[in-house]
């Protein structure tokens, strides 16, 4: 049956995880039902992790995995460059997350030091905040120059919190984290965030909680001393040049390019110049992404995989959406 196989938007069933400090706005804001679960702290929205492989929802492909697709259709489906660097490996992540209480204190190796411990990619990420409560901060960053030996002094005598960078966030604000980059998310934020396909997270910090059994997580901070970049930035948000009905620049890295589309009306996105893959992340609203005749319905909280095959999307509103683009650069 494979001949009757062939590429389109695609949208996939999301991957629920419950969290010690997961919530219910991807229920209740997202309108994504994460039953049986007492709570929902992350989903997964398009994923080629091991153990956690996204599956097709709808059409031919239906049922089928990243990996099983990118196999079958290969630089058709990802990218010549794509998959020429990371064969059937998907390389990014797509999440929401919803963070009823901090996370913990922690940091994500970067690729060197992932290969060598894990044999896995690094994690540099990205957060866009999609709905904040009144108060809502994150941490990202050293809020000055600090040395390993001033790190460590502070962490063991417990005010570690004195020297880590706490920002206030509202809606619609930005974050870029590379790997090495110290951070939390705070109560009270709903994020979506793009990453790299990694799930190896050092735990510095969990604020001392337990869960129901009275267990607490396990921490990493001998592995995380190697992993963390020490200096202080003088700038840790996106600088968000907010404007309707264009394409705003948000991400430029080796890793991932993230557009910001805010648009009331239709567009036509032309990705000629792209080898790769490209996703859109709504997360206002509500539109349809069409290519080549083949349509994908998009609102808040759904992510849809456009193949480096189709290299112009026509994005279609009746009311408007606010959506991330992203690609392999």
């Known amino acids: 049956m494979a001949d009757k196989k062939y590429l389109y938007p695609l ?11 997961g919530g219910t706005k991807i229920r209740d804001v997202l309108g994504k039902d994460f ?19 996204s599956k097709v929802s709808e059409g031919p492909l239906q049922g089928m995995t990243i990996p099983e697709i990118t196999a079958l259709f290969k630089e058709e489906f990802v990218g010549k460059k794509v998959y020429e660097k990371y064969g059937n490996n998907f390389p990014l992540l797509i999440k929401f997350i919803d963070a009823a209480k901090d996370l913990s204190i922690q940091v994500h190796p970067n690729d060197k030091l992932a290969k060598e411990r894990h044999n896995s990619l690094g994690k540099t990420e990205m957060w866009y905040v999609m709905q904040a409560d009144k108060g809502a901060k994150l941490i990202s960053g050293f809020s000055k120059d600090t040395s390993k030996e001033e790190y460590l002094e502070y962490l063991n005598s417990g005010r570690l919190l004195d020297i880590l960078n706490e920002e206030p966030v509202k809606a619609g604000d930005a974050f870029y ?33 337990a869960d129901e059994q009275g267990n607490k997580r396990e921490l990493h901070r001998e592995e995380a001393i190697d992993a963390l970049d020490y ?8 600088q968000v040049q907010k404007s309707l009905n264009e394409v705003v620049p948000l991400v430029e890295s080796e890793y991932f390019q993230t557009n910001l589309l805010d648009f009331s ?18 997360v ?5 992404i069409t290519t080549l005749g083949q349509t994908a319905k998009i609102r808040v909280g759904n992510a849809v ?7 112009e999307v026509h994005i279609k509103t009746n009311s408007s959406f606010k959506m991330l683009e992203t690609y392999f650069p």
Not at 37 to 49: A, F, Q
Not at 268 to 279: C, P, T
Not at 284 to 288: F, M, N, P, S, Y
Not at 306 to 311: I, L, Y
Request: glycine share 8%.
């Open 305 to 311: 995989l456009v193949p480096q095959k189709f290299p």
């Open 284 to 288: 206002e609203g509500e539109a349809e």
């Open 265 to 282: 009306t239709g567009i036509i996105r032309e990705h000629y110049n792209k080898d790769s893959f490209v996703i859109y992340v709504c």
């Open 177 to 209: 984290l590379p790997a090495g980059r110290v951070h939390t998310i705070g109560k009270g934020l709903l994020i979506a965030e793009i990453q790299q396909s990694s799930d190896i997270t050092y735990r510095i910090y969990d604020f001392d909680r």
């Open 231 to 238: 200096n202080a930035y003088s700038n840790y948000k996106i």
């Open 11 to 21: 949208k996939f069933d999301t991957i629920f995880k419950e969290k010690i400090w």
């Open 35 to 53: 039953s049986p679960l007492k709570n929902c702290g992350e989903t997964w929205e398009i994923s080629g992790v091991e153990g956690n492989l």
